[in-house]
């Protein structure tokens, strides 16, 4: 049986689940930093990783790995071509948090539609009368475009409907492969459209070798829109945001990811009055932690077991 490298804390389900399998052995460090499991890694058959990076210098020393499991579905710091030159299996724990992901975007626009921040603010600062200046605002009829229509967009979209939002949806990735799903919203017919049509934008897309709402793409906004991002820092420029922001394109911005991670201090994002910010935790729930445990651990099992679902895996030469 494998000995199995755990780096960063994991819910206490994953740990039990460990230690009710016979013959599994284990380290485990809990420091969310590839400093802290990097001098363990070389007597690791399997790597349990959170959200800190594997570079291709930490891979080197890796004799014996053979699998990498995300505790996610995210691996954009993990070398992947690393990887792929070792023959050493990536796998990502499924769909884990798309739910806790929309209800998190949800969340957002909501707050920024209410000005839920200036809100609370006004009760604790003794200003009562802000009340009357008719900031709260209501999404019910409002025009929503997601970008991107995974997992956590398709649920944001069910979660909107409910509210009555008007909702279309922006996927590249599914209209090239001619798969929108049927019976899905509407398919906009460019993302320049989507972005002149839209009251509010949700971003839920994975990263790219450049942002998708850079200071071009924002250009094409109507004034006063609303935009929340739970994917990933660098999909919206944030100097092109924040300049948004100020000439009154954006009304308000609602951002739980960021570029780097925490964000630095000096970021103009930090100190508008028109951002709500939350520390990447769109899928930090505590149900979703307990599932993201279970699954990364149970992934690395079922790889050892030779039934690892091939659809987890994301360098596609080990999908037989």
């Known amino acids: 049986m494998p000995h199995i490298l755990i780096a960063g804390r994991l819910h206490p389900a994953g740990i039990a689940l460990l230690d009710r399998t016979p013959g599994v052995t284990y380290d485990y460090v809990e420091d969310v930093s590839e400093a802290s499991y990097a001098p363990l890694i070389a007597r690791a058959d399997a790597l349990v990783l959170r959200t800190q990076p594997l570079s291709a210098r930490t891979v ?3 004799d014996r790995l053979r699998i990498v499991s995300r505790h996610g579905v995210g691996y954009d710091a993990v070398d992947i071509h690393a990887l792929d030159a070792r023959g050493i299996c990536l796998c990502i724990a499924g769909d ?19 000005h839920l921040l200036a809100a609370d603010h006004a009760v604790r600062d003794g200003q009562w009368a802000w009340r009357n200046r008719l900031m709260a605002g209501e ?17 944001l ?10 909702i279309r949806a922006y996927d590249p990735f599914l209209s090239r492969r001619g ?17 002149e049509w839209a009251d509010i934008i949700s971003v839920n ?13 924002l250009r094409h906004l109507r004034p006063g829109t609303i935009i929340v991002n739970t994917a990933r820092g660098g999909v919206v420029d944030e100097p092109a945001l924040a300049r ?12 739980d990811v960021f570029d780097p991670e925490p964000p ?14 939350t520390p990447h935790i769109a899928g930090l729930t505590m149900q979703a932690a307990e599932r993201m445990a279970v699954y990364s651990i149970r992934n690395v099992l079922d790889f050892f077991a030779g039934t690892l679902d091939p659809a987890l895996i994301v360098n596609r030469e080990f999908v037989k």
């Open 96 to 114: 884990v948090n798309s739910v806790s992901v929309a209800e998190h975007a949800m969340t957002l626009i909501l707050a920024c539609t209410k």
């Open 60 to 62: 080197e020393k890796a």
């Open 179 to 195: 798969a929108w799903p049927a019976g899905a919203v509407r398919e906009v017919s460019g993302l320049e459209a989507g972005l």
């Open 264 to 277: 630095a201090t000096d970021s103009p994002l930090l100190v508008s009055d028109r951002v709500i910010l």
């Open 205 to 217: 897309v994975p990263p790219a070798d450049r942002p998708l709402l850079g200071e071009a793409e």
């Open 244 to 255: 948004a922001l100020a000439d009154g394109r954006v009304a308000m911005a609602g951002l």
């Open 157 to 166: 979209a069910t979660m909107a409907a409910g509210f009555g939002m008007e």
């Open 139 to 155: 999404v019910g009829g409002r025009r929503l475009l997601i970008l991107g229509y995974g997992r956590a967009g398709r649920h």
